[in-house]
Nanobody, 130 residues
Framework: QVQLVETGGGLVQAGDSLRLSCAAS????????MGWFRQAPGKERESVAV????????AYADSVKGRFTISRDNVKNTVYLQMNSLKPEDTAVYYC??????????????WGQGTQYDYWGQGTQVTVSS
């Protein structure tokens, strides 16, 4: 069982930065691939960024490439999402999620709408004003 708690959301202006954190309970954090997802009002949930259990592989949505960076600290049991140059279209509730890592996989193997993820945080609101 893994419990996830996201923090770091807020209201910012276009062009600003935010860093989201997702703290995980338990001693097996390093065995999970982690993903950040977001859901805007009236839209489906979408993958934003994924990182493999050792951080060796990452993947990003085209809409955030070059602006967002996912990273993890397996000592602190935390995954981060650094968001720079924020745009109003980034406004959404952001969720982190965990899925047991499988051998011989890269970040794209964990991409999608999140159906393969077993554990989810409660979400944190990010609002970007123009």
């Amino acid at each position: 069982q893994v419990q996830l708690v996201e923090t770091g959301g807020g209201l910012v202006q276009a062009g600003d930065s935010l860093r989201l954190s997702c703290a995980a309970s338990g001693r097996t954090f390093s065995t999970y691939a982690m993903g950040w997802f977001r859901q805007a009002p009236g839209k489906e949930r979408e993958s934003v960024a994924v990182i493999t259990r050792n951080g060796g592989s990452t993947a990003y949505a085209d809409s955030v490439k070059g602006r967002f960076t996912i990273s993890r600290d397996n000592v602190k049991n935390t995954v981060y999402l650094q968001m720079n140059s924020l745009k109003p279209e980034d406004t959404a509730v952001y969720y982190c999620a965990a899925t047991p890592a499988r051998p011989f996989t890269n970040a794209y193997d964990y991409w999608g709408q999140g159906t393969q993820y077993d554990y989810w945080g409660q979400g944190t609101q990010v609002t970007v004003s123009s």
